[in-house]
């Protein structure tokens, strides 16, 4: 007997995305995979963006428009818009990429029936032209992804159940990080190891302002971190978010022999003294293929940076600062 075929919703959270949103809609309805239902939120948009909803949803019954009544910020507008799929698998969209015809087909064969998530590679060229070439590798081991959250909510596949499973979601944790973290606890993140979008990068996005209202210093950077990442750090290690989050991940990850790295990096991390701190540093360095996520061609180089990263991290990062 042929076994039934997963469902597939496609979350959406949209806020004055008129300019880009027919590329992506249109890029959806392409999927070869069929899709039981396209959930856009939008949260007070004042452009065009609800009248092109409204008009895809006119001929396709299966998109479904809500508005929220207030302004929930773009974190806790996707967050509440997961609550609304009633398919066993979602498909989380930003409004203005643009997908490649086999993306959900692709990563609705990875997820299979055991993992919680699945996520893919993408492109970030500077203008859209097929075959892209600026293919971006998520980092995709649970030690990096502790540190910052490499893999963004537009290549990431969720089990809906696993979704609706979490309930300690903060506002000021970005969803797509808390995900990640959350999936390896509840079946574990799988890879399906293709480019499966366009990524749009400009001015306007909202990853791009948020990183340009809240990065404290420059943005390529060179020698800086190695200096004043360590102050970042300690800065950093004084927020009430930081313990909760580095605290939730410690407890979680307790007695199990698989996230004993992970258990021990964020024990480290929670205490607030210099040995700590230089013992992290030295773990770091000692697993860096995990911690960095992937070799380096020069090994010394490799190791220096391991030692260093936590403040070459805390230097650039900016999610905590939802």
Request: with cysteine.
């Amino acid at each position: 007997m042929e076994q039934k075929r997963p469902t597939v919703a496609v979350v959406m959270a949209t806020y004055n995305g008129a300019k880009y949103i027919k590329e992506q809609l249109d890029s959806i309805l392409a999927q070869r995979y069929p899709i039981q239902e396209i959930i856009i939120q939008d949260d007070g948009s004042t452009d065009d963006t609800l009248a092109i909803v409204r008009d895809y949803a006119s001929r396709y019954p299966h998109i479904h428009l809500f508005q929220n009544e207030q302004n929930k910020g773009f974190n806790l507008n996707f967050i509440t818009a997961f609550q609304r799929a009633s398919a066993d698998l979602i498909c989380i969209s930003d409004q203005d990429d643009i997908w490649f015809s086999d993306k959900i087909e692709k990563q609705v064969e990875a997820i299979g029936t055991q993992y919680a998530a699945c996520c893919s590679d993408h492109f970030r060229d500077e203008v859209y032209q097929y075959p892209c070439t600026y293919r971006r590798n998520p980092q995709n081991t649970f030690e990096s992804q502790i540190f910052t959250s490499h893999i963004p909510g537009h290549c990431l596949m969720v089990r809906t159940s696993f979704l609706k499973g979490i309930t300690n979601w903060d506002k000021h944790i970005p969803y797509d990080w808390w995900i990640v973290i959350n999936s390896h606890f509840h079946g574990g993140l799988v890879k399906a190891p293709y480019p499966l979008n366009w990524y749009r990068p400009y001015a306007e996005s909202v990853a791009t302002k948020h990183r340009a209202k809240y990065q404290r210093h420059a943005s390529n950077p060179t020698w800086q971190p190695y200096l004043y990442g360590w102050a970042d750090y300690s800065s950093l290690q004084q927020r009430e978010l930081w313990q909760k989050f580095y605290g939730y991940i410690h407890e979680q990850t307790t007695g199990n022999p698989a996230f004993a790295l992970v258990h021990q990096l964020t024990g480290l991390m929670l205490k607030k003294n210099v040995w700590s701190l230089l013992r992290l540093c030295w773990l770091c360095m000692k697993h860096t293929d995990l911690v960095h996520g992937k070799k380096h061609p020069n090994r010394f180089m490799a190791r220096l940076r391991g030692f260093f990263y936590p403040q070459i991290w805390a230097y650039s990062t900016t999610n905590f600062d939802y």
